[in-house]
């Protein structure tokens, strides 16, 4: 079996930080593509950051320059690094990753079960 447990979120003021992470445990063997997702109440979810497994890193546009996303491939974790938070940023994030689990030949998107952000006016 392969988890993924998120820690962090929260509420924080407008222009404020917050620090994401999660990590991918269980009978993995290979860890390629990690990234976050949100989901706003009403929306659907969104891609707000990736990262491949040799550290190329894609952004959702509404997030570039305020956000980072990183990881360690060791520790299997993944990094979201959130500055200059708005009240549209508000939402459950979640992350994802594309695991080959030990057992398998082929891999797998698994998810988290998602983390509140959020952002007062």
């Known amino acids: 079996q392969v988890q993924l447990v998120e820690s962090g979120g929260g509420l924080v003021q407008t222009g404020g930080s917050l620090d994401l992470s999660c990590a991918a445990s269980?009978?993995?063997?290979?860890?390629?593509?990690m990234a976050w997702y949100r989901q706003a109440p009403g929306q659907q979810r969104e891609l707000v950051a990736q990262?491949?497994?040799?550290?190329?890193?894609n952004y959702q546009d509404s997030v570039k320059g305020r956000f980072t996303i990183s990881r360690d491939n060791v520790l299997n974790i993944v990094y979201l690094q959130m500055n200059s938070l708005k009240p549209e940023d508000t939402a459950v994030y979640y992350c994802?990753?594309?695991?080959?689990?030990?057992?398998?030949?082929?891999?797998?998107?698994?998810w988290g079960q998602g983390t509140q952000v959020t952002v007062s006016s």
């Open positions: 269980g009978s993995i063997l290979r860890v390629n593509t």
């Open positions: 990262i491949t497994r040799g550290a190329v890193e």
């Open positions: 994802s990753a594309d695991v080959q689990p030990t057992d398998r030949e082929s891999s797998l998107i698994y």
